[in-house]
């Protein structure tokens, strides 16, 4: 009997989370986080509203780095454009950064700064190169100690075309969107990485722009799309003190399929 009034109440916070209205808010320097963005609203239905500085992000690499370095050192948000839509009027809101200098970026510390999300629930989502949402995510939380921040999406901007698929499965899983989906098993227990198991690593890691480090254990699952891989990662940190880290990577399933780095955890 128990089990049945758990059903039943989970079901109903399901069909709640369909009925509350939802808000796809999000800034994007390149155009990664918008194409993201703009499939999360597709398969949502959902309004949706870009965020946008008053002195636009210039898409150099280099310059937004010295940029936002320079606003971090110094205290400063960038002013923002209005924004059209009302945060007050959005029940769910998919917030969608990418993640400069392991956090979100900057205009999104002016968002938090100086709107209202008391009350709300808050679903990030974020374009990274190697990894950053646990810690965005983390830094969320903190900044908004009124709001309900929940599990989060990430993808690397190398592979922002799994995100349809990827995003169908994150939404369906935690109630956002109805359907059906196989759901993902747990990682295997961690063993000492093989020789095999090494050259996965290296091929989906080895052309990164930074040194990962060096696998030393490896949990594994089977999908319906193929093999992911869990490493633990040892390596050096900028001070020279050993540091580990989780490294995540997945070969598909079809023939010839190269295994793909998707996210580093620190």
Do not use: H
Request: with cysteine; glycine share 8%; aromatic share 10%.
């Amino acid at each position: 009997m128990k089990r049945i009034i758990m059903a039943v109440a989970a079901m109903a916070t399901i069909t709640t989370g369909f009925a509350q209205k939802k808000l796809v808010l999000y800034f994007s320097e390149t155009g990664t986080t918008k194409a993201v963005a703009e499939e999360l609203q597709k398969q949502l239905g959902a309004d949706i509203e870009c965020i946008e500085a008053m002195t636009p992000y210039s898409g150099d690499f280099q310059a937004t780095i010295q940029r936002s370095q320079r606003e971090r050192e110094n205290g400063e948000t960038p002013a923002l454009k209005p924004l059209k839509k009302k945060i007050a009027d959005y029940d769910v809101v998919f917030l969608g950064y990418p993640i400069w200098f392991g956090t979100y970026a900057m205009p999104i510390a002016t968002l938090v700064k100086e709107n209202d999300f008391a009350g709300k629930t808050i679903v990030p989502f974020c374009t990274f190169g190697s990894g950053g949402l646990n810690t965005s995510t983390n830094d969320l939380k903190k900044a908004l100690p009124q709001a309900t921040i929940q599990k989060g999406y990430g993808v690397r901007t190398a592979r922002v075309a799994a995100a349809k698929k990827e995003l169908d499965q994150f939404l369906i899983e935690n109630g956002y969107k109805e359907g059906t989906v196989a759901p993902l098993p747990d990682y295997s227990a961690l063993q000492p990485v093989t020789d095999a198991d090494k050259a996965i690593f290296d091929a989906a890691c080895s052309n990164y722009q930074f040194p990962l480090g060096t696998p030393v254990t490896v949990g594994k699952r089977q999908t319906l799309d193929g093999t992911d891989y869990q490493f633990s990662v040892k390596s050096r940190g900028f001070n020279g003190g050993e540091s580990t880290s989780t490294i995540f990577v997945t070969v598909g399933k079809e023939e010839g399929a190269k295994p793909e780095f998707t996210e580093v955890v620190r």
